[in-house]
């Protein structure tokens, strides 16, 4: 069974610093897709980033990216600039290929900080 | 393009009523997810449907929760006799097809008082 861990619960970052979250996940799959999901206030689900997991190549988007270690099981995302509007919950996700369903992370709370 | 579409936002029952969530997936998507968020915790699937069909409910409590998604209009995530420890943000999500990225509904907010 997949499965996905956030170590972190909390965290907070200066305004403009630059911030990573971890998450970590174990599939038995070597097709499989990560994600990374905001959730502010509002609890609206925001795709942040998603990474195939047969390009080894980091996805970036803007003042986000990721640190993708396939053979770690590892899939952290850094913000850079880090802004007061970037603080929310965000979530860390995994699905194999094909339409399954995603699986979270517990996610981490992230407070930007003026 | 329209998003993800939940009604009700939020709902208040009683224990005991029943509850019906609806979703309508974003414009030529055909699969549908539910998602359920408990205070402090990240989503777990329920269900996955395609029209007229159930996929995976491999997620759904066996009892007193069930889904839908006719061939026209939304998908329904129906809840009977409700109880305290079904209170919870319900999410849909929906792709077009199955490589596709699932886009999220804004929620809705159960409340069982």
């Known amino acids: 069974a997949q499965t996905v861990t956030q170590s972190q619960p909390e965290m907070s970052v200066q305004e403009a610093e630059t911030v990573t979250l971890s998450c970590t996940y174990d599939?038995?799959?070597?097709?499989?897709?990560l994600f990374w999901y905001k959730q502010p206030p509002s609890r609206q689900m925001i795709l942040v980033i998603r990474?195939?997991?047969?390009?080894?190549q980091n996805a970036t988007e803007n003042r986000f990216s990721v640190n993708f270690q396939k053979a770690a099981k590892s899939f952290s995302l850094k913000i850079s600039d880090s802004q007061l509007g970037d603080t929310a919950m965000y979530f860390c996700?995994?699905?194999?290929?094909?339409?399954?369903?995603?699986?979270f992370g517990k996610g981490t709370r992230l407070s930007v900080i003026a | 393009n329209a998003g993800v579409m939940q009604n009700p936002r939020h709902l208040v029952r009683r224990r005991g009523q029943e509850a019906r969530l609806r979703c309508s997936p974003m414009?030529?998507?055909?699969?549908v997810y539910w998602y359920r968020q408990l205070p402090e915790e990240g989503l777990k699937f329920m269900v996955y449907?395609?029209?007229?069909?159930?996929?995976?409910e491999s997620g759904m409590p066996k009892e007193r929760f069930s889904a839908e998604f006719p061939k026209e209009g939304p998908s329904i995530l129906r809840i009977q006799q409700v109880v305290r420890g079904d209170s919870a943000a319900y999410f849909c999500?929906?792709?077009?097809?199955?490589?596709?990225?699932?886009?999220f509904g804004p929620g809705t907010r159960l409340t069982v008082t």
């Open positions: 599939t038995s799959e070597s097709n499989y897709y």
């Open positions: 449907l395609q029209k007229e069909n159930i996929i995976d």
């Open positions: 414009k030529g998507h055909s699969h």
């Open positions: 999500a929906s792709s077009r097809d199955r490589t596709y990225e699932q886009y």
């Open positions: 990474q195939e997991a047969y390009k080894q």
């Open positions: 996700a995994s699905r194999n290929s094909g339409n399954t369903p995603l699986v």
